[in-house]
């Protein structure tokens, strides 16, 4: 595939810095939007020029990618290149998480870092179930959470109280996507009063003993999600980075509050 739109995920940022140790050097990426320009033998379901949305392929942040079939979709023409290219990441990582916590209608989640990529597409699947949403950011994003559902509090000391004064009734379900102290201390309080908790932060997983979730994808799970974007039951806000500037875009990454999803623009590919 030549790939026109990359994904970015805080995982490469954290492999980049050599948090998970590995070879040097190392094409980061896992995800991509692009188009098919050699397909090998026995390849039935996809052809050369067909437009496809990756997933789980390592060395994706590249002009040109090869993966398997089975870790493709098609992309309609009618989704966004740069949505195409940064949902599978942060909408199966969703997926996963609600799958992992049972959470449903009338239970109330409280989402730790809500604003971001897989926060955005969480809060929205959850409302759309009917579940009461706390999502927690930054000052600057909580508007931003407001128009997805949630009731949005700021993160920080004493998020707790927060929590209590901006919801009635106990909190069942905590879904740590920040990786803080004070998320994981209210992922423990939760757990202790008989709720779910999970996270998908190591860190948090090590430094309180929240279940650590491990993101299931498959091509019918991210299907599933590029319907609902085109059919408009979810969106997906997202910052374009020139690929010559990757490493702007990994600062950004590092910086962790970025609103949305981050990817990469490879419009400038020779292959494409």
Sequence with gaps: MAVRIGG?????????????????????????????V?????????????????????????????????????????LDWAVAGGLSGVGQSAVTAIEATDARAGDVVVVHGAAGGVGTVLTQL??????????????????????????PVVYGDGLADRIREAVPGRVTVSIDLAGTGEA???????????????????????????PLVRVQRSPERLDRLVHAVVDGALRLPVRTVPFTDIVAAHRLLDAKHSRGKLVLDLSGNPFL
């Design 8 to 36: 970015l995920n805080p995982v490469d940022a954290r492999i980049r810095s050599g948090a998970f140790g590995g070879a040097v050097p190392h094409v980061p990426g896992t995800e991509f939007a692009g188009t098919v």
């Design 38 to 78: 050699a397909v090998g033998a026995g390849v039935g379901d996809y052809t050369v020029g067909d437009d496809v949305i990756g997933f789980g392929t390592p060395g994706a942040d590249a002009e040109l990618v090869d993966t398997d079939p089975g870790r493709l979709v098609h992309k309609p023409a009618a």
């Design 126 to 151: 959850l409302v759309a179930d009917g579940v009461t949403v706390v999502g927690t950011a930054g000052e600057s994003n909580q508007d931003h959470l407001r128009d997805l559902g949630a009731t």
């Design 184 to 210: 994981g201390d209210v992922a423990t309080a939760v757990r202790r009063s008989g709720g779910r908790a999970v996270t998908l932060v190591p860190e948090t997983a090590t430094s309180h003993g929240v």
